[in-house]
């Protein structure tokens, strides 16, 4: 059965990484963009973590005492043992966990994310095939409008004005639509007009 697809905003969220490592840091840098609190803990941690300055390094071991205050836990390290004991306490917590390449522990999954300003599209074939989510990627991220965070960026404008202006809902939704159509096409036109340049 397929995960909900959720969409949650961490911008005043806690999120705590057990693990200093590569696969830590990948966590991280997906994290990142979404603006939460990313507090990263293991006795030895990436140097790289040092150029990222959102994130709080803790070189310590871990305890179910460093689950306080956190909204999300992801156990990132290569011990298995340590990544189920993680898996335990956020239950315990009722903190949501994610277990790098352990599903069955997992609260929530990583898909794959295209993100383009305010669009963010996720993908997941619940496990069956990451290979045919990394392929579904490139094809959606093809058939993007080239410019369409500044489409979206002008929607985000509109859209108030729209609001204020059609208090009918039914009328408001149709000239949104046909805005929305109208901004795409720009866009569509403007890709165009470049390439044939």
């Known amino acids: 059965m397929p995960a909900f697809p959720m969409f949650v905003d961490l911008s005043q969220k806690s999120v705590l990484i057990v693990g200093g490592g590569q696969i830590a840091l990948h966590k991280a840098k997906a994290l990142e963009p979404f603006g939460p609190g990313l507090f990263v803990m293991a006795p030895v941690v990436d140097a790289a973590f040092d150029e990222m300055p959102s994130v709080?390094?803790?070189?310590?071991?871990?305890?179910?005492?460093?689950?306080?205050?956190m909204d999300m836990v992801i156990a990132a390290t290569d011990d298995r043992i340590?990544?189920?004991?993680?898996?335990?306490?956020?239950?315990?917590?009722?903190?949501p966990v994610n277990v790098v390449d352990e599903p069955d522990l997992c609260?929530?999954?990583?898909?794959?994310?295209?993100?383009?300003?305010?669009?963010?599209?996720g993908?997941?074939?619940?496990?069956?095939?990451?290979?045919?989510?990394?392929?579904?990627?490139?094809?959606?991220?093809?058939?993007?409008?080239?410019?369409?965070e500044a489409s979206l960026a002008v929607m985000k404008v509109l859209r108030p004005l729209v609001k204020l202006v059609y208090p009918d809902q039914k009328q408001r939704?149709?000239?949104?639509?046909?805005?929305?159509?109208?901004?795409?096409?720009?866009?569509?036109?403007?890709?165009?007009?470049t390439e044939h340049k």
């Open 123 to 148: 993908i997941s074939t619940d496990g069956a095939s990451p290979a045919a989510a990394r392929e579904l990627k490139k094809r959606i991220r093809n058939a993007l409008p080239e410019d369409v």
């Open 107 to 121: 609260g929530f999954y990583f898909g794959s994310m295209i993100t383009e300003g305010d669009l963010c599209v």
């Open 82 to 95: 340590l990544n189920a004991q993680v898996a335990a306490d956020a239950g315990k917590h009722h903190v």
């Open 56 to 69: 709080t390094v803790r070189q310590k071991a871990y305890s179910s005492a460093d689950l306080e205050g």
């Open 173 to 193: 939704s149709r000239v949104l639509t046909r805005l929305t159509k109208r901004v795409l096409e720009v866009d569509v036109v403007c890709e165009g007009e």
